[in-house]
């Protein structure tokens, strides 16, 4: 999204040196414009600004020797998940996915499920993680309740995941990680067995859940940047 269009933003403008892309094209909507870029292949991908030039790498999954993570932000789109007020959980979970992302690019390629305003399945969420077989499948999602004073960070995983770097072994990296990156409440690992990207991974998985949304003093920590980037920085460490 380039904001609003004039005529800096034409084909003349984007110079392609990388193998991966197959083709691009510019698209006016409204007042924004949008750059569709088409991959020969599934490829993970950094940015970076240089001299007021915006560069897109691309990395192969195929031919990448990094391990590959994939950071699952939870609903999306039409689906805001939990809510307070006109905060929605979703744009929480792609920012805390964006901050997790920073931490690893360098070592690891990441991927996600959604990188925007969508809204994939369930099962098309799952399927792209057994698909691809990551190293890590992490799913970052807000808790809510109906009571206003529950508060705390919870890990969901696999229950049927028996390998030693398995499913519970992620979680409770990342819950140990997160915990003392935040200093919250820690409310334990939890049985993942009724959310469909747990139950189906073939991939060790780990469900975050960050925080309540429907907490009041929770959900203020959760809207603030600085916060969010403790979060990421747990995950990441794990």
Not at 25 to 41: G, M, P, R, V
Not at 138 to 157: Q, R
Not at 213 to 221: G, L, P, Q
Request: charged share 30%; hydrophobic share 35%.
């Amino acid at each position: 999204d380039l904001g609003i269009y004039d005529d800096q933003y034409n084909e003349n403008c984007i110079k392609n040196g990388s193998p991966y892309v197959d083709k691009f094209k510019i698209i006016k909507k409204s007042k924004n414009t949008h750059i569709i870029i088409d991959l020969e292949e599934l490829c993970g991908y950094t940015t970076f600004v240089k001299n007021n030039c915006l560069y897109l790498h691309f990395e192969s999954v195929e031919s990448t020797d990094k391990k590959v993570i994939v950071i699952d932000a939870g609903h999306g789109g039409s689906d805001v998940g939990a809510a307070s007020g006109s905060t929605y959980e979703k744009d929480i979970n792609i920012d805390v996915a964006r901050y997790v992302k920073q931490k690893l690019y360098k070592n690891y390629l990441v991927l996600f499920t959604r990188d925007g305003d969508s809204l994939p399945s369930v099962e098309e969420r799952a399927d792209f993680v057994n698909k691809i077989r990551p190293k890590a499948f992490v799913s970052i999602h807000c808790n809510d309740s109906d009571v206003d004073l529950a508060t705390g960070i919870e890990v969901l995983y696999n229950q049927s995941d028996s390998r030693k770097h398995g499913s519970k072994w992620l979680a409770d990296k990342i819950l140990k990680n997160i915990i003392e990156t935040t200093n919250a409440k820690n409310r334990g690992l939890v049985y993942g067995r009724e959310i469909h990207i747990v139950r189906h991974s073939k991939v060790p998985v780990a469900l975050v859940e960050l925080g309540f949304m429907s907490n009041t003093d929770e959900v203020k920590k959760l809207k603030s940047k600085a916060y969010q980037k403790k979060c990421a920085a747990g995950i990441a460490n794990a």
